[in-house]
């Protein structure tokens, strides 16, 4: 199948990416592309198939829920763009 | 020194015949003469490989020496190394350092082992040839000109140039597998679950697996033993007990039921990897072992269902980069929105940005049954497929990949035709089943990889089988010129 214009930029604003104008040509290609290529499944009958999300048909194993870990919120916030008193500090978006 | 195994460099140690400390100076003169040209490594550690070197050589003189001790080894730069650049190949990952370390790395390095450095891959493990990486295409050390698989490219380089005794890799779609084919290396894919995806940067969830890239079967036995094992930081890894995988490998192969799926023998498949394929077929005949032909019929429609699920998995987990807690940000945002727009727009790369889309689109709100959901119920029945198949044989052999090695560049624009080349690779993922590679021959002068492919948790048969063909072919031993 191709994707129209309007479908990719509604993916790209659901996924927080940026394209620009000299991009959208390239970007509408390739996905189409890729989206003919996996549109094969459609040819497949899953009726009644329950779908598998973890190969091993494993449950996620518990353990209790117990403090483990010490605070590492400095050594975390080194490495942040932008970090102040134990916060991460972004454009302002409360007026 | 540095073409040998393991296991000969472990004997080595042992009796004196050389330190842990002059075994890694000489890595690392390799490093500095090699990479250049083979662009394997992204960062090299030399001061922490010498300290580890160092304390490793105490443990020996004390005759506290494990297999593993003082061994040199390199990691895929997508394992996180605390206070070591984490970059994942990715411009957005280029100014992380890590602030905690990874199960796969802790356990090696409590094994003994060397980090001599990290290793380039595809960026965030996306692709087969390690060329989307931030920081340029890793070579082939077997033709300067063709790529080495990837998306642990660059750990299968180390280890055919003879820059590191083996290598750390992560296999979501082949990522160990096909590498290791290409540059004439054993790479062991485990089951998934064996072992810990903990500070492994997350790529597709339900298909990701660590595993070795080494020269020999029995070496990648030695890595999986310091590997392997449950961990209660990582949810899916699975509470089971663990093999002595060296245990099994002087196991006779007699009686063994292969089956050749004959999807994997098909039309698209090199006529010179077909040919020593099947010469490998007849040697391991020769041990004893029983061939049948079996079939995998949905083959061909791993491809698209892993096309979906991977993306779509990827499109999650890649939505941590945001530009606020780590990683890269753009300059001076004019809002929130600006700032997570712009950052993900510059932090990553062409391929990166494909199949976050895809990703997105695929489980975007009227789109969900139609793929991710359908996606999932075509994964069961490959799933199925491969438990008709071990009803009848034991383990299911067939090639690595469709071709050798391509060239630099050649399928840049067309990242469909680079799909392609995962046919036979993906669905052990989507299964999550353990898979081995080995060299069998060469085609075109470039290496061919034989792969096995066995049931859960059977990882001991896969390097008993992969150890036994060793011993009677010596493919393994070539090294590039």
């Given at each position: 199948m191709s994707l129209d214009r309007s479908q990719v930029e509604n993916v790209a604003q659901l996924a927080r990416i940026q394209i620009k104008e000299d991009e959208m040509a390239d970007t509408l290609a390739s996905l189409s592309n890729i989206m003919s290529l996996v549109d094969q499944l459609q040819a497949v009958d899953t009726e009644g198939v329950e779908p598998l999300a973890n190969p091993l048909d494993a449950q996620a194993l518990l353990r209790a829920d117990e403090v483990t870990e010490s605070n590492h919120r400095d050594d975390y916030q080194l490495i942040a763009p932008q970090a102040e008193k134990g916060l991460y500090l972004v454009p302002k978006v409360i007026e | 020194m540095l073409d040998k195994t393991i296991k000969q460099l472990s004997e080595g140690l042992a009796a004196g015949e050389f330190s842990s400390e002059e075994l890694t100076r000489s890595y690392l003169k390799a490093i500095e003469a090699k990479n250049p040209e083979?662009?394997?490594?992204?960062?090299?550690t030399s001061e922490q490989a010498l300290a580890q070197a160092k304390a490793a050589d105490a443990k020996l003189h004390e005759k506290q020496a494990g297999p593993l001790t003082g061994i040199p080894i390199a990691h895929k730069d997508i394992f996180c190394t605390q206070g070591v650049r984490t970059s994942c190949g990715s411009r957005m990952l280029d100014n992380f350092i890590a602030p905690y370390e990874s199960t796969v790395t802790h356990r090696l390095a409590e094994a003994g082992t060397v980090m001599l450095g990290k290793t380039n891959l595809d960026e965030f493990a996306m692709g087969s040839s390690t060329e989307s990486s931030f920081y340029g295409p890793t070579r082939n050390p077997w033709q300067l000109d063709t790529v080495p698989g990837g998306s642990s490219g660059g750990s299968a380089a180390a280890v055919a140039a003879g820059m590191a005794a083996a290598a750390t890799g992560t296999d979501t779609g082949g990522s160990i597998r096909q590498p290791a084919a290409f540059c004439g290396l054993t790479g062991l894919k485990p089951t998934y679950g064996r072992v810990s995806r903990w500070g492994m940067i997350a790529y597709g969830s339900s298909l990701d697996s660590g595993g070795p890239l080494s020269r020999t079967a029995e070496d990648a036995a030695i890595m999986l033993n310091a590997i392997a094992g449950h961990d209660p930081k990582d949810a899916t890894s699975m509470d089971r007990p663990v093999d002595d995988y060296t245990s099994r490998l002087n196991e006779p192969l007699k009686g063994l039921r292969i089956g050749l799926p004959k999807e994997y023998f098909g039309e698209g498949l090199d006529s010179g990897i077909a040919d020593v394929v099947h010469q490998a077929v007849a040697e391991l005949k020769q041990l004893g072992a029983v061939v049948k032909e079996i079939s995998l019929p949905r083959t061909e429609l791993s491809i698209p269902a892993y096309y979906i699920i991977a993306p779509a998995e990827a499109s999650t987990n890649l939505s941590r980069y945001d530009g606020v807690r780590y990683g890269h940000r753009c300059d001076d945002p004019a809002d929130l929105e600006d700032l997570y727009k712009r950052t993900r727009a510059e932090g990553f790369g062409a391929e990166v940005k494909r199949r976050i889309l895809v990703g997105t689109y695929a489980l975007s709100a009227g789109y969900y049954d139609a793929y991710y959901r359908k996606a999932q119920q075509l994964r069961r029945l490959i799933k199925e497929d491969f438990q008709s198949a071990f009803d009848q044989v034991d383990v299911i052999l067939g090639p690595t990949t469709p071709s050798v090695a391509w060239k630099v560049g050649e399928k840049d624009n067309d990242p469909v035709s680079m799909y392609l080349e995962d046919i036979y690779t993906l669905s052990v993922n989507l299964a999550g089943l353990p898979g081995l590679s080995v060299p069998c021959g060469l085609s075109q002068g470039l290496p061919v990889g034989l792969q096995l492919i066995g049931n859960y948790f059977d990882e001991s048969l896969l390097l008993n089988i992969g150890h036994q063909y060793q011993q009677v072919s010596d493919w393994h031993q070539r090294r590039p010129a």
């Open positions: - | 083979i662009n394997a490594f992204i960062t090299v």
